[in-house]
């Protein structure tokens, strides 16, 4: 197991994680459905949903954000950052982009779910202490600057 490579592993990362916030901000818009392993595709003018600003204004209730920013970052986050990280473009900072969503999450929204923010948290972190692996666009970025 020790001879696993980074580049696998890195991609079964980056694409998990990928998944998990990606499916989360789409829970937070209508008019926009990709979900390429269900086959849901609708590609009209993504919006916020009504429900996704009802939740952060009685459920989640942030400090310092009104509800309807809060979710309209939320939403931005959770579709941008993972798009970024399956790409594997600015793979380090799109993961603590993440990590710093995954953070006011578990302080501010669900405190209990601290098994699957750590888990969240570990994935995050391998992927900002070790990269992309080879098959990302970072990679590609970086042996075309050294060339």
């Not at 937070?28 to 916020?48: H, N, S, W, Y």
């Not at 999450?105 to 699957?116: K, M, R, S």
């Amino acid at each position: 197991m020790g001879h696993l490579p980074n580049t696998l592993l890195a991609f079964i990362a980056r694409f998990s994680i990928a998944a998990v916030f990606w499916k989360s901000g789409q829970t937070k818009i209508e008019g926009l459905a990709i979900d390429i392993v269900g086959g849901q595709f609708t590609l009209d003018m993504p919006r916020l949903s009504d429900n996704a600003v009802f939740l952060f204004k009685e459920e989640y209730k942030l400090p310092l954000l009104s509800p309807e920013l809060g979710a309209t970052l939320a939403a931005l986050g959770e579709h941008i950052l993972p798009i970024f990280i399956l790409l594997g473009l600015a793979t380090r900072l799109s993961a603590l982009g993440l990590l710093g969503m995954t953070l006011v999450i578990q302080l501010f929204v669900y405190p209990d779910a601290y098994p699957t923010h750590g888990t969240w948290a570990a994935v995050l972190l391998y992927l900002m202490a070790h990269g992309p692996g080879k098959l990302s666009i970072d990679t590609w970025i970086a042996r075309r600057c050294a060339a």
